[in-house]
């Protein structure tokens, strides 16, 4: 499973906030959907949605996006020795990527008839940091001679926004594109990078990590400007997913062996033996989806407001890549 964990942290959320008028309206239904992967004795992934699994097929779902009625995951399958991007539309698979080289899809974001996916894919012993626009590539490296990863997409109006790093041939630098251009979060002092981005109006959220010393420290950028959420010490922690609603920062992630969360910036501790991977607010309810490891049983598992839901029994190892509330 450490394999399968390591994976995930790179991964990357796409996070839906709605606001509220003071108008009396009908309470309409809240549609919560995530995604599950079961590791073994195959490796196949569901669709979670109010309580009834579906099953998608074969291969790890990594996330997913819900427009209009139409459900988007991305994931991927192993083929003949290689990771190939795969995505379902409403549970029709497809592949994003020929197999010919490993490909990794991160974050998904959907507007209107617009598919955008942030990845990255081998080339020529690196890997390269891409977004994919209705299947088409584009390339975000600076130095395609040096290893790059987009770890999460978020679109603003007409404005494509991903986050992830770049190395220099010393260290890894934190950045995220917009259109393609690249704003650089970090000073090259250290082993950086972004692994979730969020737009509110003109203010660009970035939630990553500083490796100090071999320990991953939580860190967050808000149009630049860092803040670190842990102090270097004698564990790890990371950010997984950030998100803003009602001029609240939300950032989700872990801290040594405890699921956290972070409410601008003063974290609650999930539980111990979790992780949290992905998020999802809706009407000022804060959901999250993850993996509860407590007695070396991998359960997929999701919280609404702290408040944690076993999704699977851990009779087969499993966990929760992905949610999206609508």
Request: glycine letters at 10%; proline letters at 2%.
């Amino acid at each position: 499973m450490k394999k399968i964990l390591s994976i995930i942290l790179i991964a990357l959320a796409a996070v839906s906030c709605s606001k509220k008028d003071d108008s009396p309206e009908p309470k309409k239904q809240t549609d919560v959907y995530a995604i599950i992967t079961e590791y073994s004795p195959i490796e196949q992934s569901y669709i979670w949605k109010n309580g009834t699994k579906t099953l998608l097929g074969k291969g790890k779902a990594n996330r997913l996006f819900v427009s209009n009625n139409d459900v988007y995951v991305i994931g991927k399958e192993t083929q003949n020795g290689k990771d190939i991007i795969k995505f379902w539309k409403n549970g029709s698979p497809s592949m994003l990527t020929d197999g010919q080289k490993d490909a990794y899809a991160t974050g998904i974001y959907v507007l209107g008839n617009d598919v955008y996916i942030s990845g990255f894919e081998s080339k020529s012993g690196v890997y390269l940091a891409k977004c994919w626009k209705n299947g088409v590539a584009t390339v975000l490296n600076s130095d395609e001679t040096k290893t790059g990863q987009a770890n999460s997409v978020f679109v603003s109006g007409t404005d494509v926004y991903v986050t992830g790093y770049e190395n220099n041939g010393i260290r890894k630098i934190a950045k995220y594109w917009k259109n393609g251009t690249a704003v650089t979060l970090s000073d090259g002092n250290y082993n950086e990078g972004g692994n979730s981005i969020f737009v509110s109006g003109n203010d660009v959220y970035v939630a990553g990590f500083r490796l100090d010393n071999g320990k991953y420290i939580a860190k967050m950028w808000k149009n630049g400007i860092a803040t670190e959420l842990t102090e270097a010490g004698a564990v790890s922690s990371w950010t997984s997913c950030i998100g803003v609603c009602n001029g609240k920062v939300y950032i989700a992630g872990r801290v040594g062996e405890y699921a956290t969360l972070w409410e601008n910036n003063i974290p609650i501790n999930l539980g111990n033996n979790r992780s949290v991977y992905d998020m999802s607010i809706k009407d000022g309810d804060i959901y999250l989806s993850g993996v509860n490891s407590e007695g070396e049983k991998y359960k997929a598992a999701m919280w609404k407001n702290e408040i944690e839901t076993l999704l699977t029994d851990g009779a087969n190892p499993c966990d929760a890549n992905g949610i999206f509330v609508k």
